[in-house]
């Protein structure tokens, strides 16, 4: 009775998320697609073609990872958030727009990952990732904030560990933006890192004195 | 039981939204993406070119915006519309085939930004805002009109606020596209303000003496 | 109960009519969408250009209409049928496949507008609405075929008014094929009569003597 | 009650393949679209420029039915995997990467049609073909691994006939690999064959005696 109110505000998400995720595969670019058969580069010529696409390649997965994880998030989420309102689909719609927007980030760190000592694309990824951090904050903040869209039979410390989780997000994301402004190669592994991360469900805290495990330094 | 009907048409619609709000980002190029790694613009060089393109940028967020609202409006009707016959589905149609037009005069008002004095661009722009707004009455007075297609558990203060608020649609926008004629950042302001205001849902009568905010006035 | 067994087939089949509809839009291009500020044709010139869209818009509407059309009588038929099985399935891709291409026909009508002496761009649009209609005769057949696939609750008139209809279909569409041998203009005419004609519901034959009334000259 | 937790995945997924599936009509060029009306082709020599087009409609073709039998496929798995986890998500989300990237090595393998000596393009073909069995095994092995994820009211024989004529997936997939070093067009029919075979449900093990199919020598 109370799951149904959210069921098309994740239709619609789900379909953005699908679109994002396959729209990735156009920035591929097809070696002598635009040849006639005769000038068709042969098999000694195509290959290094073929493997000088690895940057592209790299950004359509890393792309896709990053778009796959946020739909992970974003699903989570909802399994928790029941209730909807006005000001939670415009801060879906926020996010959204962050989300449809990573490819253009991610297509230029892949033009520039032969280019270390150049910092602008590296910034700019890392940018858009501390927005995203602070959207998907905005939303869950919102939603949960005394309960206020949650379902009434939901686990409150799965509730608990994904703000404990989320509490953890745009630091790090900050982190790997001012070190963009240093060392390209290692913003991008830091922002790697927290995707990884964040493709991890939140540990409950079964026992007490193990908390979530982002917070090990504290117990 | 009453429920379903409409459940194709709201899946099917969620998709054209869902796609034609994520091909906003096809819009925004990417600097340098044709150039070999060697001819590559340095950091000195690629920050201009990002910046200029916040024509692009603005657009992409505004067609965003907009659809993202329209969503919204398709979202809130059809939780009253619960039955569905021919002519809803081409009503809809209708609506939709505006909806995916939309990013064809956004594009092309980005691009006239940094030309004020020309006003065929805002003109297209407020002109197809016109059409969206008469597209979702005539949706909106089909259903509703004798409760037609209406759910019968539906709370009809509900129904009758949303036809107060759409009824005050299209003159509006007819306003915004007069005065795209003698001025361009007028009507295009304007027309942000009227996105904002429908993004607001209608506010309930609870008194009789409040009425819906738009016709303070009267009261 | 019953219900649920084609619940993902028509919505992979609503994702892909959502997707193909929205792509047609890709179609209308957006005048000195390349050019610099300085160069962008002003109010006098831009009016021409974008009037000159006209043939584009006409075919972004009517292959709207068509797909559109084409969900429409998608979605009548799965009210009906309530399981699937393989050839059900394989017998759905393949009408996907035909209404993926439309847009392909339809760009190469809309170009060849101004040319109405040229009658090879109207032979492969009639070919396709011809393979169309076939298609969705073959999968309307195979599932209604001694009710292999129909709903047990479902009204046995309805189906019956469906495939009288249907019947109907391949063979105007042939006439419209042959006619574009001839001439351009009729045969585009009878393929916008004949979607409208689709667009319609069967009419239930109520009282026997008025049956369904494409069959009017019979009774 | 326990047949909902695989809905967002299952929803997610249908929008990727529908996505994935229609953008392959992206990759039809329209002859003569970018030309004036007074230096369009005529039927004379539009009628060869459409013919000469056979290699991007047999790469249409194929690549539609490709996904559209992995759709099948994903569709099938999915009536046994009630459950889900953050595992089966991330081994979805590797299916689905594959699947996203098939267009690639498809168009390119159609540019080589009329080039069956030069073996780069069928080698990319088939070594995609054998990563996306792999990765169908990988999600079915993991979801049936003990009934992890599987629902408990699945009719077990189903289940391991699945099994079976996956575990016969990734080998003849390599052997199509292996002889695309040698022969295009035998490992492009040999790859079309295991497509087709993949459409086709595994047979149920009615008498013990006839087992599934593939393994008919053994029995």
Do not use: C
Not at 87 to 114: C, Q
């Amino acid at each position: 009775m109370e799951e149904k109110e959210t069921g098309r505000l994740e239709a619609f998400s789900d379909g953005v998320f699908a679109v994002a995720i396959t729209l990735l595969v156009l920035n591929i670019k097809i070696p002598g697609l635009d040849l006639s058969a005769s000038h068709l580069p042969n098999d000694a010529q195509l290959r290094p073609m073929l493997l000088s696409e690895w940057p592209m390649l790299a950004a359509y997965a890393t792309s896709f990872a990053t778009i796959g994880v946020m739909w992970l998030n974003h699903h989570r989420l909802f399994t928790h958030i029941k209730r909807t309102n006005t000001v939670l689909m415009l801060l879906n719609l926020l996010l959204l727009l962050v989300i449809v927007f990573i490819p253009v980030p991610t297509a230029l760190v892949a033009e520039y990952l032969v280019r270390p000592d150049q910092h602008a694309a590296a910034l700019l990824y890392s940018g858009t990732n501390v927005i995203l951090a602070v959207s998907f904050n905005l939303l869950w903040r919102y939603a949960s904030y005394h309960n206020r869209l949650i379902g009434k039979n939901v686990d409150i410390r799965a509730v608990r560990a994904i703000s404990k989780q989320y509490w953890f997000g745009p630091l790090p994301y900050l982190v790997a933006f001012i070190l963009a402004l240093f060392n390209t190669p290692a913003s991008l592994i830091l922002n790697f890192l927290l995707a990884l991360f964040f493709a991890i469900p939140p540990r409950l805290p079964r026992p007490v004195s193990e908390q979530s495990f982002e917070q090990q330094g504290d117990t």
